[in-house]
């Protein structure tokens, strides 16, 4: 067995959907109906994949409220410095600076338009 997806509630996985597709290259795999529009995305290379999805009976979680290092989406950038500037720029929110670790990993913590937080990281060594 192996993980399929991770879903995230939102309030509207429509402009979530189009925001991560435009800023963060991933793509929409599959999309539902309204009201909950179940939405799936995978990265560039198919590798991974995420759902957003709204549900009016449930409360969305204040994600902007949690500390980022709960929960977060992590991305693996080639250039953190100029994605974290890149992604600012497109309405995300820069939490701190970016940190270059000791073993050469970089990493820059974001919040994405709606407060989920977003990780952008290039490591020394890929891990996958």
């Known amino acids: 067995m192996r993980v399929e ?11 979530v ?16 109906p309204g009201p909950n529009f179940m939405t799936f995305l995978a990265d560039d290379g198919d590798n991974v994949m995420f759902e957003i999805y ?6 969305t979680p204040d994600y902007a409220a949690q500390d980022p290092l709960i929960l977060h989406l ?19 929110t820069g939490v701190g ?6 073993d050469g990993d970089v990493l820059a913590m974001l919040r994405d338009p709606w407060g989920l937080a977003v990780q952008v990281l290039s490591r020394k060594e890929r891990m996958l």
Request: glycine share 6%; with cysteine.
């Open 5 to 15: 997806h991770v879903a995230f509630l939102v309030d509207d996985p429509n402009a």
């Open 17 to 32: 959907s189009k925001w991560y597709c435009e800023n963060l290259g991933m793509k929409q795999v599959r999309q539902g």
């Open 54 to 59: 709204a549900n009016p009976e449930v409360q």
């Open 74 to 92: 992590a991305f693996y950038s080639d250039d953190v410095d100029g994605d974290r500037a890149r992604l600012i720029e497109a309405g995300a």
């Open 97 to 102: 600076d970016v940190f270059h670790r000791e």
